[in-house]
């Protein structure tokens, strides 16, 4: 199952990124557990792992489309490519963020841009090219539409089947996760989820990514990550190589409060 959550590594204060999304998630080999389809191939759910069970009144937290959205907070100040309505989701606080950029609405590709913020100025760090849903964006995102959702979402926690690389988010190592991949895209993808950041979209932030909880509701779907590319579009995740995805583990930071605002290009400058 889940070894204890580990806090390790150095992360790099003040810190934004653009990124473009792509599919999510991971099977659990618990024995006493379904396995959901593939991912990519399956008609339902957003990835391969344990059937979605019902969230019940485990979590109050606020989960969804304007999931990053701080409440009573002044904004920071505008990232390029956000619009009013988009950069007032992002609080004073945040000195880093990722922003996910696709062309189009029904892009399945685009680009992840990081920036780091110093008093009022974002600088840009890196630019990674990623994949998202399959069938491009949507707000009102529903389980296995093959979408990922537009929006302003937290990140609180990351994992995957490797070892912690050195990360300062709350790491979950489970090694079920390679099975897991290699049930949902073939044992030539079984490492796809070596190392796996969890978007807050309609889950419960300070649990393992690959808790089901749905405050939402199931029917919208979860599961929503930043793991490694296989060259395609995806059912919600984001993916991008391994060299940028350690790259982010080993620089996203906590104290930093950390952002990702999501979407096709129009709808993010709105």
């Known amino acids: 199952m889940f070894s204890r959550r580990t806090r390790a590594g150095a992360g ?3 810190l934004a990124v653009t990124v473009s999304l792509a599919s999510c998630g991971p ?21 391969a792992v344990p059937v979605q069970h019902d969230p019940g009144t485990a979590s109050a937290t606020r989960s969804g489309e304007r999931e990053g959205e701080a409440s009573g907070q002044d904004p920071a100040p505008a990232l390029p490519g956000l619009g009013p309505e988009t950069s007032a989701q992002i609080p004073a606080e945040t000195t880093q963020a990722l922003v996910v950029a696709s062309p189009y609405a029904d892009s399945e590709s685009g680009e992840l841009r990081v920036y780091r913020r110093t008093g009022d100025e974002w600088e840009k760090v890196k630019t990674f090219a990623t994949h998202n849903g399959s069938a491009g964006w949507l707000a009102d995102r529903r389980e296995g539409d093959k979408t990922s959702p537009i929006g302003v979402f937290t990140l609180s926690d990351a994992g995957g089947y490797a070892e912690n690389p050195g990360t300062k988010l709350p ?3 489970d090694k079920g996760l390679s099975a897991s991949a290699s049930v949902a895209y073939g044992p030539e993808y079984e490492r796809v989820f070596d190392y796996v950041i969890a978007i807050d979209y309609n889950r419960t932030p300070g649990t393992p990514p690959t808790d089901r909880t749905r405050p939402l509701g199931k029917d919208r779907g979860g599961g929503i990550w ?11 995740c984001v993916t991008l190589k391994k060299d940028d995805l350690v ?3 080993e620089n996203l930071d906590p104290e930093a409060h950390p952002r990702i605002a999501m979407g096709p290009a129009a709808e993010l400058a709105k």
């Open 27 to 47: 099977a659990d080999d618990s024995p006493d557990r379904a396995i959901a389809a593939p991912a990519q191939q399956g008609p339902t759910g957003d990835f």
């Open 247 to 249: 790259w982010l583990l």
């Open 226 to 236: 930043l793991h490694l590319d296989h060259d395609s579009g995806t059912n919600g």
């Open 171 to 173: 790491y979950t190592r």
């Open 12 to 14: 790099l204060v003040g």
